[in-house]
């Protein structure tokens, strides 16, 4: 059961051993540091279903950076980043939070590349939900509104680069695990519908349902984090990467706590007995997982096409007797993209499928998943106008997200975006759990 929790802010702790650099910076003679705004992001959301249990959706982010060149190879960056959320409507709360952005020291030649401290490395090479992607840490306070390059957070790391000729070898390890920012429980991006006591991915189950809506959740966050390695080499017009990792997934898997289970399977019609055999009704998972996998490119005379794919040890499942159990999974995705026409239209095609392996009868979860994503772009007007359509469409399952966008570019750092998300489909998928949360989003953001 994929679940939710209140957001909190990562430690700073992670950038402590970099304050205590500063003093020795500066007794040298370095280069002085540069502070800049670099994001600002402002936008308001109407709810267009009545149906909603809010009316508005708005948020707010800022993106602040300090780069210091301590010497010819050595660098620090300090940054740190500013969110906010205000909802209205049957369900309304307000949010303003401060969290550690990207804040390492990096040591560079010309053969290797060190970072350490709070850091985002996106593995991977398809645009939406890379397979092999697994030691970050996302960010679904917004669930998919937003691109991957704005879904990711900065996670305490060591990261080893090695550049040998064309191979790199780039290892990454994290000492402690960072749960996914995920929505408050009374967001509407909720994986957890506490009202209908819903499950995003799972149908509405008689006996899970009254525990969902007036149940508590254990988040069980800490403990310790992974590694990974990955090989890489580029080609001309063909490139490729393999990697090995065991790590834990920041998004958590909420099962019900054994005592609770026992006590609603013994006796389903006493839902207080069953909320007060343990303290928490619901507790996270972040169960190791071996994943070994891999991605390659190539470019064709019209097109450039992509592979991913990865197998997983360990994905979590909820069998129909509410025991949580791992299998084994395998994700892929196969993606082209191309300009048609006089290139003035980009279309990136990606069709990608997940698969749980040896599944028990009567599984809750989605055994199987097959979606293709779209993103069309278009410019236009001497470059001052873009259109773009981003949108996936499940194979197998009636399942719709569309999401259109017109924004205008003609006075640089702003940009000034209208969007729609429209979401439609079955009860089990992500188009029908949020199906009555179509949005319409005026957002203006700086880039600097």
Not at 159 to 164: L, Q
């Amino acid at each position: 059961m994929s679940g939710s929790r209140t957001s909190r802010p990562m430690p700073w702790i992670g950038v402590a051993p970099l304050l205590a650099l500063l003093p020795m910076a500066l007794a040298a003679e370095t280069e002085a540091p540069s502070i800049a705004l670099e994001q600002l992001w402002i936008e308001a959301g109407v709810l267009t279903e009545d149906q909603s249990q809010a009316r508005t959706s708005n948020y707010l982010h800022a993106d602040l950076a300090v780069d210091w060149p301590l010497a010819p190879r050595w660098s620090v960056r300090l940054g740190a980043r500013l969110d906010g959320s205000l909802q209205t409507g049957v369900e309304d709360f307000d949010r303003l939070e401060l969290d550690v952005d990207e804040s390492y020291l990096r040591y560079q030649d010309l053969d290797r590349r060190v970072t350490l401290g709070p850091q985002i490395v996106t593995w991977g090479r398809v645009d939406e939900t890379p397979p092999t992607d697994r030691l970050s840490v996302q960010d679904l306070s917004r669930m998919l509104l937003d691109d991957l390059e704005d879904r990711r957070r900065a996670v305490l790391a060591a990261r080893w680069e090695e550049f040998i000729g064309d191979l790199k070898v780039d290892l990454l390890y994290v000492p402690r695990l960072r749960a996914a920012e995920m929505p408050r429980l009374d967001s509407l991006w909720s994986p957890i519908d506490k009202t209908r006591g819903r499950i995003l991915g799972m149908p509405v189950n008689p006996l899970m349902a009254p525990l969902i809506q007036a149940g508590s959740v254990d988040d069980n966050e800490g403990g310790s984090g992974g590694w990974g390695v990955r090989l890489s080499q580029p080609g001309r017009g063909l490139d490729y990467a393999l990697t090995v990792q065991n790590t834990r997934p920041s998004v958590p898997y909420y099962g019900l706590d054994p005592r609770v289970r026992e006590a609603v399977l013994a006796r389903p019609w006493d839902l207080a007995g069953a909320l007060s055999a343990a303290p928490d009704t619901f507790v996270a998972r972040y169960p190791r997982t071996w994943v070994v996998g891999g991605d390659l490119g190539f470019v064709t005379d019209n097109a450039t096409w992509r592979l991913e794919a990865a197998w997983l040890s360990d994905r979590p499942a909820t069998t129909a007797d509410l025991r949580v159990i791992t299998r084994e999974a395998i994700d892929w995705v196969a993606g082209v993209e191309f300009y048609p026409g006089d290139r003035e239209l980009r279309v990136n095609l990606q069709l990608g499928g997940s698969q749980l392996l040896d599944a028990p009868a009567g599984v809750l979860d989605r055994r199987r998943t097959l979606d293709l994503f779209g993103d069309l772009e278009t410019h236009f007007a001497r470059d001052r106008w873009r259109a773009r359509l981003r949108f996936f469409k499940g194979m197998e399952d009636r399942d719709l997200y569309l999401n259109p966008q017109l924004a205008f570019l003609g006075f640089e750092p702003h940009e000034l975006t209208l969007a729609y998300h429209y979401f439609d489909g079955d009860e089990q998928t992500l188009g029908g759990f949020y199906e009555d949360n179509d949005l319409v989003s005026l957002s203006w953001r700086m880039h600097f």
